[in-house]
């Protein structure tokens, strides 16, 4: 058996043990330290954002996000339907209720219009939504700009879920740096990873603030232990922060090294009748191209399908997935309001992500394109 090719496994540089052995050597085994406090700084430096927090997973910064903004039992939270469960989850971990809007076609994340009719519709039967969460799907950057007057002209607070998108960016402006609050995943198939991790940034520094004393049990200035407010144990540690740091060293280097392989699968198939790329709309669009997706069309191709191509992959020990399916089918969210155009819902049935990782050989790429390109040829 040929050796397996992964979807997106962990890239490291080498300069992480550097820091794992300064928290080592100085005994800061523990959620706080000063792998935490540079790797806050550094990132807060890398998105230009005013700070950070630094926090155990994706997860974890969308439960504080949406605790600082107020969002309570029995509210109502948009968000990306075309998106990975975690985007959704905190809201109900609150008793809140999920309010799924469909994609646009150009950049299958949110469509600013059917969010803009969900609001509407929402406010008519009184239920104003209380933050809105938009996703930057497989790195490539959502329509943030109309999003954003969006929730100015409403007056609802944007949270950027940037799991995926480390990296990317829209016009010159990186992606985390646009909402409210924006929130980052450091887990081990992302960009860069800790192994498990995330974070809150912000240019709100009062949010982030409050978001790191809810994520350290939110204890208040006191020697004793004394608490106003629930909170939780959601900071990162210091050993992986270390991790953290030595890879955002080199975040320039594997987002290039994504980008490459995206043009490498887009030289090598675009050609195939029936098979699409999503392209950046235009040159303000740069996407990290955390994963090379491609929709294969069955009418064009021959009757080729996704799961052809898929079982065809699988066969030669090549690691391939389904895009995510949307949060509106999904049986835990069946029940929750959502504005649909199906445009999610036709790229899940066609849509097939290929690996992308930063470390993937150009051999490695030859063998996923080889295999791909002879069920064509057949
Ligand atoms: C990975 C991911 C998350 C969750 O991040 P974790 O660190 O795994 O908790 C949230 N949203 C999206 C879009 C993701 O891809």
């Given amino acids: 058996m040929k050796q397996k090719i992964y979807l997106s496994s962990p890239h490291m540089s080498g300069e992480e043990m550097k820091y794992i052995n300064e928290a080592f050597s100085t005994n800061w085994i523990a959620p706080l330290g000063p792998n935490v406090d540079k790797f806050e700084k550094d990132l807060s430096a890398y998105l230009s954002v005013d700070s950070c927090a630094a926090l155990s997973s994706g997860t974890a910064a969308i439960h504080l996000a949406l605790i600082v903004l107020g969002v309570r039992n029995g509210d109502e939270v948009i968000c990306s339907s075309f998106t990975f469960a975690a985007s959704a989850n905190p809201i109900v971990y609150l008793g809140a209720t999920p309010v799924f809007v469909d994609s646009e076609a150009e950049t299958w994340n949110m469509d600013p219009v059917l969010l803009e009719e969900a609001i509407i519709d929402r406010i008519k039967v009184g239920k104003k939504p209380k933050a809105i969460i938009v996703v930057h799907l497989y790195g490539m950057p959502a329509k943030i700009t109309e999003i954003k007057a969006i929730a100015l002209k409403y007056n609802i607070p944007l ?18 740096s646009f909402g409210d609050i924006n929130i980052l995943s450091f887990n081990g198939n ?7 991790g995330g974070a809150i940034a912000s240019d709100n520094k009062e949010n982030v603030d409050h978001a790191r004393f809810l994520s350290t049990q939110a204890a208040d200035k006191a020697v004793h232990y004394q608490h106003s407010q629930i909170g939780y144990n959601y900071r990162l540690s210091n050993i992986l922060a270390g991790i953290g740091i030595g890879q955002l060293e080199v975040i ?19 050609a195939i009748e029936g098979i699409k790329f999503n392209m950046e709309p235009d040159s303000k669009y740069k996407s990290n191209r955390w994963l090379t997706t491609i929709v294969i069309d069955p009418d064009l191709t021959g009757g080729t399908t996704r799961e052809d191509i898929r079982l065809a992959l699988e066969k030669e020990n090549i690691e391939s997935r389904p ?9 835990v969210f069946l029940s929750c309001p959502s504005y649909i155009n199906d445009v999610s819902y036709n790229l899940f049935i066609n849509g097939l992500c290929l690996p992308s990782g930063s470390n993937l050989t150009e051999a490695d790429l030859k063998r996923v394109t080889d295999c791909i390109l002879k069920i064509f040829k057949k």
Wanted: glycine residues 10%; contains cysteine; aromatic residues 8%.
């Fill in 190 to 196: 992302k960009i860069i990873t800790t192994s498990g």
């Fill in 159 to 176: 949270i950027e879920d940037a799991a995926e998108a480390i990296g990317s960016e829209y016009n010159g402006q990186k992606c985390g």
């Fill in 252 to 270: 320039e280097k594997r987002v290039a090294s994504r980008r490459k392989i995206f043009s490498g699968y887009l030289e090598t198939l675009s």
């Fill in 323 to 331: 895009l995510w399916k949307p949060l509106h089918i999904q049986p």
